[in-house]
Every structure is written in C-alpha cells, then in structure tokens.
C-alpha cells in the first residue's frame, strides 16, 4: 500500500484524506507532446501561546508552474505568495525580494539515456530525510528545519529503480547551503537519501548531508536521518519516528539529536486525528495534538495544540494553532476525496 505513497509521502500526508487525480484541464499542445499546468495553494496561519505571542501568516502559500515535453523534461518555477500578499492584499512592497519570491526553479529530465534515471538541475528541495508533515501547521515542528534543506541551487540524480535490488530509490544531490538567492553559490554540500519498502506497509528511508555552510561561520555540519513509515491494512492508521543525529547546526549548535514520533488515524471519512512527539537535545520536549478535516474537494481546516517543555531556561508554554487550507490547479492536484460540504464528491469527477 505504501508503494503508491513513496515517491509523494511529503505532499500527500501533509493533507489528511487526501488523493491525487489525473484531470485533462492542462493546456495540451503539439498533439499533446507539450503540457502547461499551475497548481497552487493558500494557507492561513493563526496561532497563540500561553506566553502572550500571537502570530498570523501565509506560510507555505504557493503558486507552482510547470511545463512538459513527452514525459520527459519538466520545467517548474515555484513562488512563495505570502511574499506579496500585505495588509490582506495583494502587493508588491518596498521590501519585495525577487530572490525570496522564487522558491523553485528547476528542469527535470527523466529516463536519461533511456534508463531510470532521473536529474534535476536548479533551485530545488534536495532530498534528504522522510519528513512526514502531518500537523496542520507542520513549520512549527522544531525539528522540522533539520528535515529541510530547500531554496537552494543543486544538481539531484535519481535513479527511479533503485540500487541494485538493496534499495527501491536512490537520489544523491549537489548543492550550496546558501539560501534564497537566484544565483550559484559555491557548491559545499552534498547528500544521499535511500528507500527501501521493507513490507508492504513499512517503508524505510536512510538519509546522510554533509554542508560546508561557507556562507557562515558555523563550520561544517553534518547530518544524519533514519526513518520508518508503517501503514495498516485498511489504511486507518498511519505511524512515523524519524531520528537525526547532527552537528554544527546553526539553529542547535549545542545539540547533537533530534527525533520526532508521530500517528494519525482516521476518525471519519473526512477527518484525520495527528499526535506527534518531538524532541531536541538540550532544547525542547513538544508534545502536540491536531486535527485535519476536509471540508470540501478543495478546503482543509486544521486545528493542533503544542505543549512546549524547554530545557533552556523558558518557561514552558501552549500554542494554540488554526490553519485553513485552500488548493488547487489545472494538473489533476485534489487535496480532498471526501469532504463535507457541497454534497456528493462523486459529482465532482
């Protein structure tokens, strides 16, 4: 069952009942050789903590756009909307960063040579960890900045079939561990991230980034993933732990472990229940509850509680969290299988 998951474990899970279909609503040219799609999404964020600190953004709002030849190149171009929406409007302020506002640029060339391989050149995620994002509101993982290594230019071979027959995925990556600019840095890092379904149910990912950070005066950090996903039968229950052992982070230069543990369970054809377990040496124990129900094919509400027990110092505190999710786009991307409102998903095919 999970074998349908891999290749979209981070996209998928992020949005409780979720599913991808195929749609014709792309601009198909050149007798369809040549597509042209978007897809997009638009989160609003609320939180509040018992310590008095109130936040509301965009965060991971996104319109991507993407073009096609024959299966075989693809070419992406990803920005972040929160940069331009100010005061609940669209606009372009003084401070505008086109820079910022790309957060993915990148072709893809798939099947290179006519084998199963695939490369990815450009401003791109790297593949690194498993990075389940279940919680509504998943940034306010404090593991979350270790999983990520994103808005950075690099180089991502894939071989789609594996290594071997050891493992089912292999994708090893290049890059600079600058961030956020539109041109190539020096390029100090590189990684590794390996797949392997154990069973049906139990997938494995294996994870390794060495980044020289020449950019900062941190020194050289290495990190290192290990995680399981495990998915029941009937697809009800879904559990993840993901270890990560690190050094030099800028963010936890005094750590050395982080680990995160989670489950989600279907309550309702609609509704997902997510508790999470987060924990970063010298730094924080969170406990977290959330809740995810779609409310229509398009519409995601998000409800979560963290209990922050820190290490430091702190004084320990609650962050409430709302997060209201509104995707779509012409490629076929439907967050919401089932849903609430608007009578029958059937009527929506």
């Known amino acids: 069952m ?3 998951f891999l290749p979209l474990l981070a996209l998928t899970m992020a949005l409780g009942p979720t599913q991808i279909f195929a749609q014709s609503s792309d601009i198909e040219l050149l007798g369809g050789d040549f597509r042209v799609g978007y897809e997009a999404e638009i989160n609003s964020n609320a939180s509040t903590s018992t310590e008095g600190q109130n936040s509301i953004n965009l965060r991971g709002s996104y ?9 075989k190149v693809r070419l992406v171009l990803t920005a972040k909307l929160e940069k331009i929406f100010k005061e609940n409007k669209v606009s372009f302020s003084d401070d505008f960063s086109l820079e910022e506002f790309v957060e993915e640029a990148y072709i893809e060339i798939k099947e290179v040579g ?3 391989i695939a490369v990815i050149v450009g401003k791109q995620p790297i593949p690194f960890s498993q990075k389940v994002q279940a919680m509504p509101i998943f940034s306010d993982n404090p593991v979350a900045g270790l999983q990520n290594i994103n ?3 690099g180089v991502t071979v894939d071989l789609t079939e594996g290594l ?3 493992f089912d995925q292999v994708e090893v990556s290049a890059f600079e561990t600058e961030k956020g600019d539109l041109k190539l840095g020096t390029i100090d890092g590189v990684s590794v991230r390996l797949s392997k379904m154990l069973t049906d149910n139990i997938l494995m990912t294996i994870g390794h980034a060495e ?6 005066d941190t020194g050289h950090e290495r990190r290192t993933s290990i995680g399981l996903v495990a998915e029941s039968n009937d697809g009800m229950l879904v559990g993840w732990v993901e270890g990560m052992f690190f050094s030099n982070n800028p963010n936890y230069p005094d750590s050395s472990f982080a680990i995160t543990a989670g489950a989600m369970v279907r309550v309702h054809r609609t509704t997902d229940v997510i508790v999470e377990f987060n924990y970063v040496e010298k730094e924080l124990n969170q406990y977290a509850i959330g809740t995810r129900t779609a409310l229509t094919s398009n519409l995601t509400l998000g409800v979560e509680a963290r209990y922050n027990d820190y290490h430091d110092g702190r004084d320990n505190d609650v962050v409430f969290g709302v997060n209201l999710s ?3 786009g012409s490629s076929g991307y439907r ?3 089932e849903f609430l409102f608007n009578g029958d998903d059937k009527d929506n095919y």
């Not at 319109?63 to 299966?71: C, G, M, T, V, Y």
């Open 211 to 216: 980044m020289g950070n020449t950019h900062l």
């Open 326 to 328: 509104y995707s779509f």
């Open 114 to 116: 006519g084998s199963p």
């Open 335 to 337: 967050p919401n299988e």
């Open 63 to 71: 319109i991507s756009l993407n073009a096609e030849w024959k299966n």
């Open 2 to 4: 999970l074998k349908k």
């Open 151 to 153: 808005v950075v230019y």
């Open 164 to 166: 071997f027959g050891i």
